[in-house]
């Protein structure tokens, strides 16, 4: 199975780090496991390739170009202020499109809902988006609604996730569905991910 993160410049970090955690995880828990399931290909994909730096100063290397990757069972877009200027990216928009045609899911994460949108396949679906780019996602009529109340919503294959860490409570889910809801909870506590927000936790 392969899944593809897209990447660009001022992409939010966590955006696509978190889901490659989980989906990365799912597939050591598989060989740990000794499942029969293939653990999925994770790679990253940029317009260019090399070199992208994300909106907090990461810089990351991708693992493809536009021209090189492998078709994907699963496209994951992040968001970040970078989606505003590749929403008007013709190239990018075409390559989500193409891609998007024969994937098993079709993903976003915070603003990359904006790239669905406008490239097609999130297009008159119900999505979800960073809480602060709600009304402007609605303004754009683009999607048939934009819902602020849900950490991850579903329309057909199409999956978006509200803002940054929401991306890893949406992969935790769509590891369930394409595997089992078992090997999800074992993703899971192999990343220790049991959120107790800060200031709530505290005693």
Not at 134 to 151: H, I, S
Not at 166 to 185: E, V
Request: charged share 20%; hydrophobic share 45%; proline share 5%.
């Amino acid at each position: 199975m392969n899944i593809a993160i897209l990447i660009f410049d001022d992409a939010e970090e966590l955006d696509f780090v978190g889901p490659w955690e989980v989906f990365t995880m799912a597939g050591n828990v598989i060989a740990l496991q000794k499942r029969e399931a293939e653990p999925p290909h994770v790679f990253t994909v940029s317009q260019n390739g090399g070199s992208v730096r994300c909106a907090k100063g990461l810089r990351v290397l991708a693992d493809h170009s536009f021209t090189d990757a492998p078709k994907a069972d699963i496209l994951l877009v992040p968001g970040g202020m970078g989606t505003r200027r590749e929403a008007e990216n013709t190239a990018m928009l075409e390559w989500i499109r193409v891609q998007a045609e024969g994937a098993r899911w079709v993903t976003s994460v915070c603003t990359g809902a904006l790239l669905l949108t406008a490239a097609g396949p999130a297009r008159d679906k119900v999505v979800t988006t960073h809480w602060g780019f709600v009304e402007q996602l609605r303004a754009r009529g683009e999607a048939r609604e934009v819902r602020a109340d849900m950490r991850y919503v579903r329309d057909g294959n199409v999956l978006t996730a509200a803002g940054v860490s929401a991306g890893i409570d949406m992969a935790l889910w769509l590891t369930g569905q394409i595997w089992s809801p078992d090997l999800a909870r074992a993703t899971q506590k192999g990343m220790e991910y049991d959120p107790a927000p800060p200031y709530q936790a505290m005693v």
